[in-house]
């Protein structure tokens, strides 16, 4: 198997939107607007948010595999440490029938590479349930003291 990781480009946002429709509405059966609204509206999102979503891509013998995103984000500084930015891993997924080849490691290791050599102060990841044991292989630590708050809908 030839597995190729790297960092997508703006001509990689169609692909990325059906790869992230299949995904979520074809796989999870999520709710969703037709897929031609999605598509030209994932494509549009890619470009506004090029500055702080880092894409990154797996081919399989030259057929896309898998992706990854990494969010930036600044924190306020503080005396001690000025620069603070910080990371959020995103929307990890390989696509059914290559999963456990290694791919989901290849695509967190270049995601931890780029954060890394961009020096961030840490990098979040929320996890579903059959990633867990693949984030702590890669360092991550079980975080006690992370909380999420949603607005109630009435």
């Not at 030209?40 to 990154?56: E, I, K, N, Q, V």
């Not at 080849?101 to 270049?110: F, H, Y």
């Not at 996890?127 to 949603?150: C, I, K, P, T």
Request: hydrophobic share 40%; proline share 5%; charged share 25%.
């Amino acid at each position: 198997m030839r597995l190729t990781v790297r960092q997508a480009t703006m001509q990689d946002a169609p692909a990325l939107a059906r790869l992230n429709w299949r995904w979520r509405v074809e796989e999870r059966g999520q709710p969703g607007p037709d897929r031609a609204s999605f598509l030209d509206f994932f494509s549009t999102w890619m470009a506004d948010h090029r500055s702080t979503h880092l894409a990154f891509v797996a081919e399989v013998e030259d057929r896309l595999a898998g992706m990854a995103w990494l969010m930036l984000a600044s924190r306020v500084p503080t005396p001690t440490r000025m620069d603070r930015r910080t990371g959020d891993i995103q929307s990890v997924y390989v696509v059914p029938e290559l999963r456990g080849d290694g791919i989901g490691a290849a695509l967190l290791d270049a995601v931890l590479t780029q954060a890394r050599d961009r020096e961030l102060e840490h990098v979040t990841v929320h996890s579903g349930e059959r990633a867990v044991s693949l984030y702590l292989r890669s360092g991550f630590r079980d975080g006690q003291r992370w909380f999420q708050w949603r607005p109630s809908i009435d």
